[in-house]
């Protein structure tokens, strides 16, 4: 049998406690320490680009894009995702990459960057940089810090200090 398809639609304020509870338990009290939090704190997510996945009326994963910047250049910071475990492994997580990057790219986004398994994110185009093509304003994993690029974007586009967009 086929898995159900989910639902998948922008997030809107009725969704924002059930999505934090969900990273809460995929990631843990934790997870607001880390490098990419600190890209997003102050900084509004997409909310065209942040999407959430129902399944039944139930939320079933989600995403999150932040505007950044690499050097001088717009980019888009990619996470949390999450997806419950109820759910998991039914295609979700993928769908709700697969349809950010998709809406990333039609509104002219050229960069996205996450720090995440490569094993996993690798699917979907995205890779690791050279060593010191990126600097985060934080400690993490070189390995990890992964860069898709949309459109015809030169593989080595990503370059310079990763910081919060400027407003
Ligand atoms: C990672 C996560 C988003 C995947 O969601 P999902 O809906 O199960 O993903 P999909 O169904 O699209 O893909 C599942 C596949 O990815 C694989 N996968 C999941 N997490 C992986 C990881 N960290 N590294 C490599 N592969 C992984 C699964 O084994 C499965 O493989 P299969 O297709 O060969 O069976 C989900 O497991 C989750 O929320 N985990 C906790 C939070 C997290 O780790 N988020 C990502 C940050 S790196």
Same mark, same amino acid.
């Given at each position: ?8 639609? +922008? ?6 406690? @059930? /999505?934090?509870?969900?990273? =809460?338990?995929?990631?843990?009290? %934790? &997870?607001? !320490? ?39 250049? +717009? ?6 995702? @999450? /997806?419950?475990?109820?759910? =998991?492994?039914?295609?979700?997580? %993928? &769908?709700? !990459? ?48 992964? /860069? ?20």
């Amino acid at each position: 049998m086929t898995d159900p398809i989910p639902d998948i639609r +922008p997030m809107t304020a009725a969704d924002a406690a @059930a /999505v934090e509870a969900l990273n =809460e338990h995929a990631f843990g009290p %934790g &997870r607001h !320490v880390r490098t990419a939090s600190r890209l997003r704190e102050g900084v509004p997510a997409d909310p065209d680009l942040t999407l959430v996945a129902t399944l039944d009326g139930r939320l079933a994963g989600s995403v999150t894009m932040t505007p950044i910047v690499i050097g001088d250049d +717009p980019a888009l910071l990619l996470g949390p995702l @999450a /997806v419950d475990p109820d759910f =998991e492994k039914r295609g979700i997580g %993928g &769908r709700l !990459v697969r349809e950010t990057l998709t809406r990333a790219k039609a509104k002219g986004h050229r960069l996205v960057l996450l720090v995440g398994d490569p094993p996993y994110y690798g699917r979907f185009g995205f890779h690791a940089l050279a060593p010191g093509q990126v600097t985060l304003p934080g400690p993490v994993d070189p390995r990890r810090v992964l /860069v898709v690029e949309l459109g015809d974007l030169a593989r080595s586009a990503a370059h310079g200090m990763v910081g919060k967009a400027r407003s």
